[in-house]
């Protein structure tokens, strides 16, 4: 197994947003569609961003919903205890227009960083989700533009222990202590998989994926936050 020193990351990286936000500030599940550059065709573009928006979350519901294991438990608990720091997003627009692709945090902060003419822009991994950000001359930023609302900051824990490591494919997979690193290090997997149970039964039943994550959201997900997070 051979560490990287420039990986090559898939065309996709890994998610950036929970699938369902139980337990954070939104606890209503809606999803807001972003104002699209619509230029002469508004509905095009706004299918579109629908469609993009229900395979993230098709993709997301799945990813989260990986089976609980103690290397990720001992993972987690080592993670926490690392320091934090607080990044910020730029406007979404600002970032598509200098070329961030949305969901590609990896790619997007390795080219960003590369094409540092002053070399002073560090690519740096770590969680909220696995992920990806930039630091230079001590600020944080977060190059990922988002298909839905989120926060203007958040906090970050950056992880030194992330490895690289090169694949038959000729790309890079994170490595943690020498196990493979899922998506997100979960506090309470089983959460996460009631949930894709019952996104997939209401998507089985007919409700878009869009609502269905909505749903959930507002019910198997209230009520689990007030379970888990008790006010």
């Known amino acids: 197994m ?3 020193s420039s990986p090559a990351f ?3 990286s890994s998610v950036i947003k929970l699938p369902f936000d139980f337990g954070h500030s939104n606890q209503t599940g809606e999803i807001h569609l972003k104002d699209a550059p619509l230029g002469n065709n508004p509905e095009a573009s706004t299918d579109l961003y629908r469609e993009s928006l229900t395979e993230l979350i098709l993709r997301n519901v799945e990813e989260m919903a990986f089976p609980a294991t103690q290397a990720e438990a001992d993972a987690l608990t080592e993670v926490l ?3 934090r720091v607080a990044v910020t997003r730029p406007p979404r627009d600002h970032l598509l227009k200098i070329g961030m692709v949305p969901y590609n945090c990896h790619v997007n902060c390795a080219q960003y960083a590369a094409g540092d003419p002053q070399g002073l ?7 909220i989700i696995l992920h990806s950000v930039v630091q230079r001359e001590g600020l944080w930023r977060c190059l990922t533009p ?3 609302d989120v926060p203007e900051h958040f906090i970050f824990i950056p992880d030194p222990n992330i490895l690289w490591v090169d694949t038959a494919d000729g790309t890079s997979e994170p490595f943690r202590g020498g196990a493979k690193l899922p998506s997100a290090l979960r506090k309470h997997p089983e959460d996460h998989i009631l949930m894709r149970d019952r996104f997939s039964e209401l998507v089985s039943s007919g409700m878009s994926p869009i609502d269905a994550r909505a749903m959930v959201a507002r019910t198997l997900g209230a009520e689990l936050a007030v379970k888990r997070f008790p006010v």
């Open 81 to 83: 205890a690392l320091p």
């Open 10 to 12: 898939p065309g996709r």
């Open 146 to 148: 988002q298909l839905i």
């Open 2 to 4: 051979s560490g990287s």
């Open 121 to 127: 822009t560090r690519h740096v991994w770590g969680w």
